[in-house]
């Protein structure tokens, strides 16, 4: 079972390009959600879904997009990469917002 | 904003003793949970507190909840060198669909 997995592992961008950053799980849950993790301040929400075809806004989300099309996928896009998007990106899944989060090894973007 | 806010930022104690991290919150919550982060790695969930339940163990984890006072606190006793790591709370709240994490307490177990 691999649980969810997340790639790529390491990424570098130049500001103005874009990228998908993947995660997909193997656990059939029906709620996913994206996180960045930035130093002191935590996990903050970026995008989440309930299901397929249903996503919306978290916390932070200027500067991304996301999508939907199946359970088991829900890659998160950067449209048009800045520095200030250089953080470490999180996939989690659970069986719904209320319950346990099975979270990916992250992913570390650095935009230069 | 952050929902949770843990504290202390950060705890050094030595190997046998017990760590106590303590997690507040500001609107109303269906449950609350706490996190593991070894460094570089994703969270790992360590326990699940529901808004009508006041204390719960899972090994040498303690949590309680005090929804008046909407606090929480995780006790590890007997710490071991290896749980060494960032602990975060999260709540979900009733209303949003979210599942939203404190900045986390950096608990360093010195051998």
């Known amino acids: 079972n691999a649980g969810v997995t997340q790639t790529p592992k390491f990424q570098v961008l130049k500001t103005g390009q874009s990228m998908t950053l993947q995660c997909a799980q193997d656990?059939?849950?029906?709620?996913m959600s994206w996180y960045r993790q930035d130093p002191g301040m935590g996990l903050r929400l970026i995008h989440y879904s309930v299901g397929a075809g249903i996503t919306d806004q978290g916390e932070v989300p200027n500067g991304y997009n996301v999508s939907r099309s199946t359970t088991e996928d829900f890659p998160l896009r950067l449209l048009s990469a800045a520095p200030s998007q250089t953080s470490v990106y999180f996939c989690?899944?659970?069986?719904?917002?209320?319950?346990?989060?099975?979270f990916g090894q992250g992913t570390r973007l650095t935009v230069v | 904003s952050q929902q949770g806010e843990e504290d202390p930022q950060a705890l050094s104690i030595q190997e046998g003793e017990n760590a106590t991290m303590n997690c507040s919150y500001k609107t109303s919550i269906n449950n609350l949970q706490w996190y593991r982060q070894n460094s570089g790695r994703g969270l790992v969930h360590l326990i699940l507190i529901r808004s009508n339940e006041r204390e719960k163990h899972s090994g040498r984890l303690r949590v309680t909840l005090d929804t008046s006072k909407k606090s929480s606190s995780l006790l590890i006793t007997a710490s071991r060198a290896a749980d060494t790591a960032s602990y975060f709370c999260?709540?979900?709240?009733?209303?949003?669909?979210?599942?939203?994490f404190g900045e986390g307490t950096q608990l360093t177990v010195n051998p």
């Open positions: 999260a709540t979900s709240d009733p209303s949003g669909s979210r599942l939203t």
């Open positions: 989690a899944s659970s069986y719904s917002w209320v319950a346990e989060a099975f």
């Open positions: 656990m059939n849950h029906e709620y």
